[in-house]
């Protein structure tokens, strides 16, 4: 007997138990222990729903090869007249497109505006320190992207886009947790995430690949209807295959787009706060078993609740984790999440967001496909000036929220620049805290203890995916009036996170080869 599928349940406290999972295996194939020789686990999840949590596996059975990276990246060195092809942006989707390119012996020429990740850590440490931002490396910009310092979640529903195995097989390869392969919500963690983004960039290098950090690109070389290069840094860069994977929050980007006549669109996104708290609580919700029966990991949730036509609904929710500052420039006020690989801390928190609707921008004074990115800049202005003009962030226990009234006593938290006491709805529009107020008085039915007086709300949480969306032809995934320019990833708005983010650079690394090839 070879390569037969199963799925069996065990019991949280005997996963490790060999014996046991042999007679569950047996069992569920109607066949003898003997016959079981191994197994491989393929997915596993966990269901606490129950007094006698579940983990549930499925495993392939008596394979008939050994298991290993089927998909990982694997290219030799590029010959000395290989094409070049620039990539603009250094994130999870610029850096799966440059290994695509290099795959199809094409060499990446990469320009990315922020720094390399030892050198972006310290412009992040002083965001706590000197309370000082710096515009162009910072939480969202620099090596790896905004994913490099937001957590490392690598769960999609992109399974259609492509071979999302292929992207975690490459993230193993460069060092990630191998059981990032078999997790039904797969987690790197943002303790890990710096040394696997600079593996990959050696990796690119090492095969003739260009890597270039603080080099923000500030025009695009555009005739007839084709782009010819960009300009970045006091230089020109020629390449007739531009793959721009800027990411969500390269707000000059989107107006120089604008400015060049580009065509781009103002697009719905989502915008509210991030709810906070101690993550002892939330396993107690979660967990239906004893606290301290079972050794299971840090409680997650995911929740949504229409309320009044729009959906509200928990973000990028992070168990032991951490609210970190996520703005880009100075007088703003953004707020994101992350998590350490063990999940260990003592917090655990999630956006809660609405989403916004062009009929919310609509008044807003500017160009018509800026207006929801204006929309969102504007409210996180009025969060920094609500925090106190120091990147405080205005924040509030949630039973306060409730009843309307300002939190008049120091909030425990997790964001290190520290929190003012405020009001939130003089921060959010009334739509969104009206929609908020409902859905945190639903959630604290279903779910005791959420809405109780050990929540806070952190403001704002508001780069949940780009306002603007840059339009693509979808067979050839060009610009449809700009020939040469692929719009990828999460900026483009084609993506929500790493692995779809990922995968678009694939997919537009390899429309480039196609393109290529059919000259």
């Known amino acids: 007997m070879q390569d037969r599928e199963v799925e069996i349940s065990v019991e949280a406290g005997f996963l490790h138990e060999e014996a046991r999972i042999r007679r569950s295996i047996a069992k569920a194939l109607a066949c003898k222990d003997s016959e079981i020789l191994s197994w491989q686990i393929v997915r596993k999840s966990l269901d606490a729903r129950s007094r006698v949590p579940l983990y549930r596996l499925r495993l392939l059975v008596n394979p008939s090869a050994e298991p290993g990276l089927h998909f990982a990246y694997n290219a030799s060195g590029l010959s000395a007249n290989a094409p070049n092809a620039i990539v603009i942006g250094f994130g999870p989707a610029g850096m799966f497109a440059a290994l695509e390119l290099i795959r199809n012996g094409i060499r990446p020429i990469i320009l990315e505006r922020g720094s390399e990740v030892r050198q972006r850590r310290r412009d992040v440490v002083g965001i706590y320190r000197e309370r000082k931002v710096d515009p162009e490396s910072n939480y969202c910009f620099g090596e790896g992207g905004a994913g490099t310092f937001s957590d490392g979640k690598l769960y999609t529903r992109s399974t259609k886009r492509g071979n999302v195995r292929s992207v975690l097989e490459t993230l193993v390869r460069f060092g990630a947790d191998p059981d990032i392969l078999i997790e039904a919500r797969p987690h790197i963690g943002t303790n890990k995430l710096p040394e696997i983004v600079v593996r990959i960039r050696e990796a690119i290098r090492a095969a003739g690949g260009e890597v270039h950090f603080n080099t923000r690109v500030d025009d695009l070389i555009l005739q007839d209807g084709e782009i010819l290069g960009v300009r970045a840094a006091g230089s020109e860069w020629q390449g007739r295959a531009v793959i721009l994977a800027t990411g969500h929050s390269a707000r000059d980007i989107f107006e120089l787009l604008e400015r060049k006549g580009v065509e781009i669109e103002a697009k719905p996104f989502a915008l509210g706060v991030r709810v906070e708290h101690p993550q002892e609580l939330i396993n107690r919700i979660q967990y239906k078993c004893a606290p301290g029966s079972y050794e299971l990991p840090p409680a997650s949730y995911n929740l949504v609740r229409q309320v009044r036509d729009r959906g509200v609904f928990s973000f990028c929710m992070c168990p032991g984790g951490i ?197």
């Open 323 to 519: 609210i970190a500052p996520a703005m880009t420039n100075p007088g703003e006020v953004v707020v994101n999440g992350w998590s350490p690989s063990k999940r260990n801390g003592q917090f655990a928190n999630s956006g809660f967001v609405v989403q916004v609707e062009p009929s919310d921008w609509q008044q807003i004074p500017g160009p018509e496909a800026l207006k929801a990115m204006l929309f969102q800049q504007r409210v996180e202005q009025v969060a920094f000036e609500q925090g106190g003009g120091d990147l405080s962030a205005p924040a509030q226990s949630i039973r306060d929220f409730l009843h309307r009234r300002s939190s008049g006593k120091a909030l425990n938290t997790s964001y290190i620049p520290g929190v003012r006491p405020t009001d939130l709805r003089q921060v959010l529009p009334g739509f969104i805290s009206d929609r908020i107020d409902g859905a945190l008085r639903y959630f604290g039915k279903i779910m005791p203890g959420y809405a109780g007086p050990e929540g806070i709300l952190v403001g704002v949480e508001s780069r949940t995916s780009s306002p603007v969306k840059i339009p693509r032809d979808r067979e050839s995934l060009e610009h449809p009036f700009v020939k040469g320019l692929y719009p990828c990833g999460e900026g483009a708005g084609y993506a929500g996170g790493i692995v779809s983010a990922a995968l678009d650079g694939i997919a537009c690394a390899a429309k480039v080869q196609e393109s290529r090839s059919n000259r």
